[in-house]
Structure formats: C-alpha cells, structure tokens
C-alpha cells in the first residue's frame, strides 16, 4: 500500500481517497436518520410556518421574525432557505433534512481534504485530517442536529472561499477566483454569523504560503480591505434584520469575568478535540472572577509559548504547520469568545466545528516530510494506532447520535452532565408535561427552583465583591439581577438598603 503526492496519485487512488471521505462520515450519521425534531429544530423548522411557503423567502433576507415560529434574534437566511426548499420535498419528515446535513458534511469533509492538499500537505497528512474531522463525536452537535445546518452549510462556503483564494494566488485567472472568494464568502455569512472570522484565516493562509514573509503581505492589503468592508456590510444588513447587532451583556456583567471565565473554556475545547467524552448539548460554566486560578495561568502560559515561537518564526522567515494549526483553532473561536458578548451559550461543541480543524493540523504536522507512506515494520503501529482512533471515533459519534433521537433521550442525557442548567431542566419540564407525565414534571420544576436559588444567590456573592472593590454601581446592577431571579431573595434586598446607606455615608 502506497499512499504519495497529489502529483503522482493514480486516478484509482484519487477515486478511493474521495470515495472513502464521502462514505465514512455518511456511515458515521447514518443512525441519524430515524431521528425526531429536537430541541431548536421545532422552532426553526417542524413548528416555523414561514418555510411552508416559497415566498417567505425574502423575508429571510430582511428580518429575523421569519427565522423562526418565534423572533429568536439571530440571522441565517440561507439555511432557512434551504428548509423552505426541503419543506417542499419532505414536508414534516425529519429523514430528510437529517439526509441533507450528513450530505454537506460529507461535502465538507472532501473539502477540507482539497483545501489541505492546496496548503501543501501531504496526501498522508490531509488524508488524516480529513477522515478524522469526518468521524469527530465533537461535530455530532453540528451534523446530527437538523439546525446545525447553519454550521455545516457555513463551513462549506467558508471552505470553498479559502480554496479560490489560494487558486488565485498562482492561477491566470486570478480574478475570477477572487470574485469566488468574495461570493463564497458572502453565502458562508449568510448561513452562520461565525464565518466572520474568514478575513482572518486568508491572512494566517498569506503568511503560511508565503513562509513567513510578512512583507509580501503588503500586495494583498486592498483585497484585505474588501473583505472587512464585506464584513461590516453583513453587520449592517444583519443589524437591521434583527433590530440590533445582537450583543449581549457580559458574564458576571464583567468583561474580565467573562475573559477569565473563557480561558477555561479555550482549554475545556481542546480536551474536548482530543479527549471527546463526556460529551453534552449544555455545559454548566462556573464564573472565574480572578486571574489567580489555574484555567487563567495554563492559558496564558499557552499563548505565551504560542506568540514567542511566532515571532521567533517570523523573525527568520518561516511559518510551521503547527504554527498555522494553532492560530487557526485560536482565530476562529474569536467568533464566539465573548470579547464582544453574544446572545447564546457561552460554550457549545457546534463552536468547534469549524476550529477543531486547526487542532487536528496541529496533530499530524508531526507527519510532515512523509511524502510516500508504506507499510513497513515502523509504520503498521502508527497505522494501528490512527486505525484504533478512527474506530473508537466512529462508535462514539453513533453513540452520541443517538442521544440526538429525540427531546426527551437528549435533554435527560444532558442533564446527567449539566444538571445546573436552568434550559436543560425548563425543556424536560414542557416535554414530560406534553407527555403526562406529571410526577417528573414536578420534579423539573423542583430542579428549575433550585437553579433559580443557586444562580441568584452567585449574583449577590459577585455584588459583594464589587462592593468591597469600591463599585457600587455594579454590585447594585448585580443585586438587582439577583432579586428578579429570585423575588422572595430576603438577603439581595437587605444588600441594597445597606447599598444606599453606603452612599449617604459616601456623600456625607
């Protein structure tokens, strides 16, 4: 067995790679396609009246109440578009819109595996990549959930965008491919708001081709410029069809908290990518309102070790595979870190979809210089051992597949790991209700209570600390949230009497 460059690949072997990258990945989700509407499924398509009629379809494009049976403020009209196609061709039948994500996926899949060849991977190492993402249990979030189509139909265009633009930096055709890159990138934000992170992946893809060579950067800094025009055209357009930009408040109503917090959720991600289990829709996050713990420290040791081997690779004029693996992961979760906060979940595993690439190229960057692969003594137990992944994989996304039947198996699934989460528990609560089953529906109210009680009484600890720090604004702000989650909370408003006295104190 023989596995070498694209330039010597035989066309039978080029038939066997791509056949292998559609059919494993549809074997990975094939168990998805007895599945229910779940979850957020409902509302953006089984219980969406606006995908029952093609011409709702510009509506898609100008305002955020069409996207759902509700005005769930968020802004993907080309997958809605896609429902409203399907709508037509399946009806209420989940079968088929569960078909159609596993199909892009796959797409997605042969993909990644082209882009790769372009980065000048081997055939070895981007064969690797590629089956491995196929097979990942931390996409099931993305492909097994009929809403994840904003995630896979994004990263198709976003996939495709990359690819022109590396087509166009040797082709004579070159703007053609650059006409490409910018439609493809249009559709790819169109489909999800997390393709923004694309301007930035074409300048980490400039410094890996061009080795380093910063200065070469310069010639591309008007087409850059198009992209961020893009950019901000799509926020504007997606402003408007929402009616804001979609910002939502910070964590602790503190950027640090939030900041400090996200750090144990970057390094959270990277368990996750090569230690996948357990895996679950909720996560409960627990606020970390100092630098002084060990996520915080381990992450900025991380991205110390990160920027010092950038610049000392820069500064001799190169650019590692491992390097572009790293930045990759770290510049397309900036999306989804909170810098700017969003109205979503702080962490969830559709987040990685897009990211996890960039981990698995850091993995097999230990690869780089095969060229050829043969079966030989020192290879079968590299082979073995990437075999045995591959596996266990596999049978961890049919696992995790069939958490995703349907509202009930997912959400008593996610409330074994995420039992703090007030969603989880309100979602168990209206399904157990439709079900009569009136016993555990007071048992989920009993929970959601106890959540309330829990949650208000974080809120009042922070407001104390913000009082010792001298900011009385905030832990007013804080002590507030924590009576609207819990009215009857006696301790929140005796804090805000001793508030006001604090201030006649200071203004005396």
């Known amino acids: 067995m023989q596995l070498t460059d694209e330039g010597m690949l035989s066309a039978k072997m080029r038939f066997l790679i791509f056949s292998l990258l559609l059919a494993i990945p549809f074997l990975a989700y094939v168990n998805t396609f007895h599945n229910d509407f779940v979850w957020d499924d409902r509302y953006v398509l089984s219980e969406n009246p606006y995908i029952r009629h093609m011409e709702n379809i510009p509506s898609f494009f100008t305002t955020s109440k069409t996207q759902a049976s509700y005005d769930m403020k968020v802004y993907r009209p080309l997958r809605q578009v896609m429902f409203a196609i399907e709508y037509k061709m399946f009806g209420p039948n989940p079968s088929g819109y569960h078909l159609q994500n596993v199909f892009v996926h ?6 990644l595996f082209l882009l790769l060849r372009h980065l ?10 590629s089956t491995l993402y196929s097979v990942h249990p931390v996409n099931t979030e993305a492909v ?8 896979v139909l994004f990263l198709f265009f976003y996939l495709i965008g990359v690819i022109f633009y590396i087509k166009s930096r040797y082709s004579p055709r070159r703007r053609l491919y650059l006409v490409g890159v910018v439609v493809a990138y249009s559709l790819s934000l169109l489909s999800k708001e997390m393709a923004i992170s694309f301007p930035l992946t074409v300048v980490l893809i400039d410094i890996f081709l061009e080795g380093g060579q910063i200065a070469e950067l310069r010639k591309k800094l008007s087409f850059y410029l198009m992209l961020t025009v893009l950019s901000g055209l799509y926020l504007y357009a997606r402003t408007l069809a929402i009616g804001d930009l979609g910002r939502g408040e910070y964590y602790g109503d503190s950027f640090w908290t939030t900041m400090f917090t996200q750090t144990a959720i970057v390094l959270k991600y990277i368990k996750l990518v090569f230690i996948p289990y357990p895996l679950s829709a909720r996560y409960d996050i627990f606020l970390l309102v100092t630098p002084v713990n060990p996520y915080t420290v381990i992450f900025l040791f991380l991205m110390a070790l990160l920027i010092v081997a950038t610049v000392v690779s820069l500064s001799r004029k190169t650019f590692s595979l491992p390097l572009l693996g790293s930045w990759w992961f ?5 999306p989804v870190s909170n810098v700017i906060p969003i109205r979503a979940a702080m962490m969830a595993e559709r987040y990685l979809y897009l990211p996890v690439i960039g981990l698995l190229i850091l993995t097999v960057s230990a690869f780089k210089g095969r060229r ?5 003594r020192t290879t079968v137990p590299a082979l073995g051992s990437y075999v045995a992944v591959l596996s266990l994989f596999f049978i961890l996304t049919l696992s995790r597949n069939a958490v995703w039947k349907n509202d ?28 009569g089953d009136g016993e555990k529906a007071a048992a989920e109210y009993g929970e959601m209570k106890r959540i309330n009680e829990k949650v208000s009484r974080e809120y009042l600890a922070l407001a104390r600390k913000y009082r010792e720090s001298g900011k009385r604004a905030d832990a007013a702000r804080l002590a507030r949230k924590a009576l609207r989650t819990k009215p009857d909370l006696q301790a929140a408003s005796d804090f805000l009497r001793e508030l006001e006295k604090d201030a006649v104190i200071h203004l005396d």
């Open 106 to 111: 796959s797409m997605n899949c042969l993909l």
């Open 120 to 129: 000048r991977l081997s055939a070895l190492q981007s064969f690797l990549v």
């Open 144 to 151: 097994a959930n009929i809403a994840g189509r904003a995630d």
């Open 330 to 334: 770290i510049l397309t979760l900036l």
């Open 372 to 376: 050829t692969f043969h079966l030989t």
């Open 408 to 435: 009930i198996t997912l959400f008593e699934d996610t409330r074994s790991k995420a039992p703090d989460s007030l969603a989880v528990h309100w979602n168990l609560f209206n399904e157990y209700q439709k079900r």
